[in-house]
């Protein structure tokens, strides 16, 4: 069973910038696939970045050139980087590989 704990989340005006850590217990790490995908108050969840075992990334286009998704194999993490936040990337941030799903960490981009 996977399991993922996520962190970094937090409170942070709009421009700001925050670095989301996903730790992962799995075997093999390094040949899943993993994303990030948010839910914001009565909204579905939804795709924000994902990054393949190779490496190839996928972005939403209301984070492209501002978020960036990347993996430290060897730590077995992923990691979103979230620049020039707005009020709308305001969700609960949820970390995904297998069939596993992570507890969730708070954003909220608020002035």
């Known amino acids: 069973q996977v399991q993922l704990v996520e962190s970094g989340g937090g409170l942070v005006q709009p421009g700001g910038s925050l670095r989301l850590s996903c730790a992962a217990s799995?075997?093999?790490?390094?040949?899943?696939?993993t994303a990030w995908y948010r839910q914001a108050p009565g909204k579905e969840r939804e795709l924000v970045a994902d990054?393949?075992?190779?490496?190839?990334?996928n972005y939403a286009d209301s984070v492209k050139g501002r978020f960036t998704i990347s993996r430290d194999n060897a730590k077995r993490t992923v990691y979103l980087q979230m620049n020039s936040l707005k009020p709308e990337d305001t969700a609960i941030y949820y970390c995904?590989?297998?069939?596993?799903w992570g507890q969730g960490t708070q954003v909220t981009v608020s002035s």
């Open positions: 799995i075997r093999f790490f390094s040949l899943f696939a």
């Open positions: 990054i393949t075992a190779g490496g190839r990334t």
């Open positions: 995904h590989v297998q069939d596993g």
